[in-house]
């Protein structure tokens, strides 16, 4: 049995934070911004709207594309990097926003590649049986974890949440194949240092903005280009597909350059390749799942279609995955 994707949904705040907002924030510029990174502008989340409300907006949308009342929901799985809370999990915070009965709900944290992670588990709980239907939403709100005075990292990241519901199909719906992976010695390098148990709340964890992200740009841009490539050609090479037989490319939304690349590396032209960076910046676990969204209600993907994802985040985690729609 496979689990096929039955409904797709989307979320992000109105507010907009252009290149030419930043511009009088910090000592940066629009055409810095959009030669380094491609972003051209993201949406910001206003104070009273939290994960689990972006997360429960998408949800309901993916439920109603796919026909399906939130009572036959078995399993709210939600992967995300800026958590609501430590405990409770923000899953257990969107349940009654999304109207679930009591149902098992958890987190997955893979950084950007969340989505990927949490789309491969719950694909297995589909297909085994062990759940019907699910719900998988990839949720952020990293604006609220970034440092606005880090002129390279605050011109980066969006907030906004992706949803799919998943149900029973044929054994060649949905997920086709896969690859994932993580390298815990380079987990310095993208990191949120304090907030957890590690490094407690104090007033020199404050001022020294630790509750913000911090990243070694220059090396994460390296091993990403390198994850997302190998990740990308690996799932390729399982499926014995080429870019010929897939219909679109979505991969993470954290750079055009590290996008540009890793098509290039997999011959894809750019066609072939959905890009939304520009209008959302880096939105973490959320960006495959509004990508998807976007390229279906586009019309560049349809039912039936093979498409194929790649993303890599912090941990350092990678991940694709080649999937019909």
């Known amino acids: 049995m496979g689990a096929k994707i039955l409904g797709i949904g989307a979320a992000v705040p109105s507010k ?34 939290e994960g689990s409300d972006l997360a429960g ?33 923000t899953s257990c915070w969107a ?24 789309y491969i588990v719950a694909n297995s709980l589909v297909a085994s049986g062990a759940a019907r239907k699910m ?20 011109v980066l990241f969006g907030d906004g949440a992706g949803a799919i519901v998943l149900g029973p199909g044929a054994a060649d719906d949905g997920l086709i194949a896969s690859t994932w992976g993580a390298d815990g010695s380079l987990a310095n390098l993208l990191i949120q240092p304090a907030g957890g148990t590690k490094l407690q709340a104090s007033h020199e964890t ?42 679109l490319f979505i991969p993470h939304q954290a750079n055009l350059r590290i996008i540009k690349a890793t098509a290039e590396r997999a011959k894809f032209p750019m066609e072939k390749v959905y890009v939304s960076i520009g209008r959302y910046g880096n939105t973490s676990s959320a960006s495959i799942p509004t990508a998807l969204r976007d390229a279906y209600a586009e019309g560049r993907v349809k039912k039936g279609d093979l498409v194929l994802s790649a993303a890599f985040g912090a941990g350092l985690t990678w991940a694709a995955a080649l999937f019909r729609i």
């Open 16 to 49: 907009l934070l252009t290149n030419a907002d930043l511009e009088k924030m910090v000592d940066t510029s629009d055409e810095w911004i959009v030669t380094r990174t491609g972003i051209h502008e993201r949406h910001i989340a206003p104070p009273g709207v």
């Open 57 to 89: 907006i998408a949800a309901r949308q993916a439920l109603e594309a796919a026909g399906v009342p939130p009572e036959e929901i078995d399993i709210l799985l939600v992967a995300t990097a800026t958590p609501e809370t430590i405990y409770p999990s």
């Open 95 to 118: 349940q009654p926003k999304i109207g679930l009965p009591q149902i098992p709900c958890f987190d997955i944290g893979a950084g950007c590649s969340g989505f990927i992670y949490a």
């Open 135 to 154: 719900l998988v939403v990839g949720a952020e709100m990293l604006t609220r974890a970034t440092d606005w005075e880090d002129r390279n990292t605050c």
């Open 206 to 247: 404050v001022e020294k903005r630790l509750h913000t992200v911090h990243m070694a740009g220059n090396e994460v841009f390296r091993y990403a280009v390198k994850a997302m490539q190998q990740a990308t050609l690996d799932v390729m090479e399982k499926a014995g597909v080429t870019a010929d037989d897939i219909a």
